[in-house]
């Protein structure tokens, strides 16, 4: 390849186009540059990618890359949490105009904020003067946007307002605060980093029936925990697709949940089937959507029967007085909405838990959880908090311990892809399905807009 040809190719061209090295592990060609988490990345050629790809046994979890490569994990920020649909939080987090909060998407951080209209929009928390980082710290509130280094002041609606001594010629209508795709679902927020995203109206036509009635527009944060696993993002929602674990490892979650949810499971019947007959009956004459939504575009909403018990307590017993949103029914069930690849859900009668997912390297993820209450329940009145988050803070330190003697397994030189159950584990096998298809989708789309002169030898 010459110079010429080089210099006409953008960074990702290049790395499209770079020789693929029969070694995966000892002999490819490395890109790299500097980010905030380490001195050097590496970016992985699209062809050494493929190979990986189709490397990978069907039925068997990952080959060793995708757990613990740098290069891996670039391809995944690039191709995954670049391009997909994001649980970014939830709207509790901004109840007020000026309220924010950032959300790190690998090199980007993203603000998202209430406007004067009380619309939730979100944004590159990046000054459009000098690049310099608007908003410090994890949530905040304020009238304005004000860049730390040269006071660049920018409205809640994204407009730039003020920069000084720019000159007569210059016109602020032109640097605004780049935007962020964000929308908002009954008190969901999702955004997008993608240039065109997915279409988002699908997916809220098939789920919001399911949680409007719920009210988690107007319910309140009861309390929020954020926890760092030492494993990859993709080994945190492995374990989270599966119960096949739960019998060893989480008592407290099954004192009122079964290990299943549904009748496709083998385990399903027996007394559980006959209660989950009578549940659904009484839903449906309430007007309780129930049916599971199962999609290969990523997403799946169901409505499950508790097998014991109201809610996520030790006692079984609901942890708060004051329902959620209409519900007037103190026994709905669990309702779970899953997207790939960063959020599960449930949410119950008195309150919900909201799971976020971000990967912060290639052995490391972020994971927050929010349990969500009335937003006119008071706390030590209708709600003690050590009863409301017992369950799932021991549930998630449990999960956390799996997730890490995981990591360190799959680390090992004595390492070899395993067979999934396909009677217990079909959910792992799911998501990795779309992790895989959804990459190669990816990589072929890319292809399409390499510059012919970067294919040039």
């Not at 000026?98 to 998407?105: D, I, K, P, R, Y």
């Not at 939504?293 to 909403?301: F, K």
């Amino acid at each position: 390849m010459s110079m010429t040809s080089i210099n006409s190719c953008t960074p990702l061209d290049i790395v499209a186009c770079v020789e693929a090295s029969k070694s995966f592990k000892s002999q490819r060609r490395h890109l790299f540059w500097r980010s905030p988490k380490h001195l050097r990345h590496i970016m992985l050629p699209n062809n050494q990618l493929e190979s990986l790809i189709k490397s990978r046994q069907p039925g068997r979890s990952l080959p060793q890359p995708f757990y613990n490569d740098p290069a891996v994990f670039e391809r995944d920020l690039e191709l995954i949490w670049e391009k997909q649909w994001l649980f970014a939080g939830v709207a509790a987090q901004i109840p007020n105009v000026g309220n924010w909060f950032t959300v790190e998407v690998g090199r980007s951080s993203i603000v998202v904020i209430r406007d004067k209209t009380k619309a939730i929009r979100a944004f590159y928390n990046t000054c459009r003067h000098r690049g310099s980082r608007l908003c410090s710290g994890e949530k905040g509130a304020s009238a304005t946007l004000v860049c730390p280094y040269h006071q660049w002041t920018y409205g809640l609606d994204g407009k730039l307002l003020f920069a000084k001594e720019m000159g007569e010629a210059f016109d602020t209508a032109e640097f605004s605060l780049n935007p962020v795709h964000c929308e908002s679902l009954d008190g969901y927020i999702f955004i997008s980093l993608a240039e065109k995203p997915a279409p988002f109206d699908h997916f809220r036509e098939q789920v919001s029936p399911y949680i409007k009635p719920h009210g988690l527009g107007n319910a309140k944060i009861a309390f929020e925990s954020t926890i760092v696993e030492k494993g990859n993002w993709k080994l945190v929602l492995e374990n989270n697709r599966e119960c096949y674990h739960c019998t060893g490892s989480h008592p407290e979650l099954l004192r009122t949940i079964s290990e299943f949810d549904g009748p496709t499971d083998p385990r399903f019947g027996g007394e559980y089937a006959e209660k989950c007959a009578a549940d659904e009956a009484r839903w449906e004459a309430a007007g309780l959507p129930f049916k599971p939504i199962e999609t290969d575009e990523g997403y799946r909403m169901v409505r499950v029967a508790m097998e014991r018990g109201l809610s996520f307590t030790m006692s079984g017993e609901l942890a708060c007085k004051k329902l959620l949103g209409s519900i007037e029914d103190q026994d709905v069930g669990s309702l779970r909405l899953l997207r790939f690849p960063n959020t599960w859900n449930h949410v119950l009668s008195d309150h919900a838990i909201a799971f976020r997912v971000l990967p912060l390297s290639a052995t490391e993820t972020q994971v927050t959880t929010w349990w969500l209450v009335n937003g006119d329940a008071v706390e030590g009145e209708d709600y003690d908090l050590d009863n409301l988050t017992a369950v799932w803070k021991a549930t998630n330190a449990q999960d956390q311990r799996l997730v890490e003697t995981n990591q360190q397994g799959i680390n090992s030189k004595g390492y070899r892809p395993g067979p999934y159950s396909p009677l217990v584990e079909r959910g792992v096998t799911e998501f990795l399905d779309w992790y895989l298809t959804t990459l190669k989708e990816e990589l072929n789309a890319a292809a399409k807009f390499i510059p012919l002169e970067c294919l040039q030898a």
